[in-house]
């Protein structure tokens, strides 16, 4: 839904007082007297595009009774999940170009008793970088290999620019058939314009993918179908402030 803010400020010479409007990041200096006849005009719209590339976060956490078993679980679940995603599609430079991280760590004494006697953690997350459309099979590949803290996923464009200069592009549209029918109901002429702002913010629509957790590995169960995974559009929102000169 477009939303649209108006405001407008016509000078007219002889009936108004002299005065000045205080200048900020969002407001220019406007000296109100006979010689100024603007309109000033803001418009929020928005662009919006299908994702160009899915960040999928990918991670697990294993556990043993020492630091060295623990280490040597971590390291066949890494190795076991970072081939699933190969298979599945994903390039090395996918997987490896994104961060990474990994902790190792001890566990409390009441972690002990709800890990039944393990006593060390590892932890290691990526953020993998894959087409959209293949976002639902590698998810799945790295959960069934022992992903157990995955399921985020951030949808992006490789290139904010083109669609950021659309929005502002629609949204300068709008201001100027705003100002244009502002102008018509003043019974005054549209001038140039004289000094243009935008500011620009990005989101998502559409729905948000289920995070996985502790999901058994397809060794331990029967593998179930991959999660049905739609993608989020891409969007932009720009807001403009336009004043025009009137004639």
Not at 82 to 96: F, N, V, W, Y
């Amino acid at each position: 839904m477009k939303t649209l803010y108006l405001g407008a400020l016509v000078l007219f010479a002889a009936t108004l007082p002299v005065a000045t409007i205080a200048q900020t990041a969002e407001n220019p200096s406007i000296q109100i007297n006979k010689d100024n006849r603007t309109i000033s005009i803001s418009a929020t719209d928005h662009a919006e595009a299908d994702p160009e590339v899915a960040d999928l976060h990918v991670g697990f956490t294993v556990y043993g009774p020492t630091l060295q078993e623990a280490y040597k679980a971590a390291s066949e679940s890494s190795n076991g999940i970072t081939k699933a995603m190969l298979d599945a599609g994903a390039t090395r430079s996918d997987i490896q170009i994104q961060s990474q991280s990994q902790r190792v760590s001890r566990l409390t004494d009441y972690e002990i008793k709800t890990q039944k006697g393990m006593k060390f953690s590892v932890e290691q997350s990526w953020t993998v970088s894959v087409d959209p459309k293949n976002a639902a099979l590698i998810l799945d590949a790295a959960v069934q290999a022992g992903a157990n803290q995955s399921g985020d996923i951030n949808w992006r464009m490789r290139d904010r620019i083109t669609l950021d200069g659309e929005a502002v592009r629609i949204a300068t549209e709008h201001a100027h058939a705003l100002a244009a029918e502002l102008a018509k109901g003043l019974d005054v002429t549209l001038g140039k314009p004289l000094y243009a702002t935008n500011s620009v913010t990005s989101n998502f629509i559409g729905p948000r993918p289920m995070m996985m957790n502790s999901y058994m590995k397809s060794s331990e169960a029967n593998a179930p179908a991959p999660l049905a995974i739609e993608a989020q559009r891409v969007q932009s929102t720009a807001t403009v402030q336009i004043i025009y000169a009137i004639e």
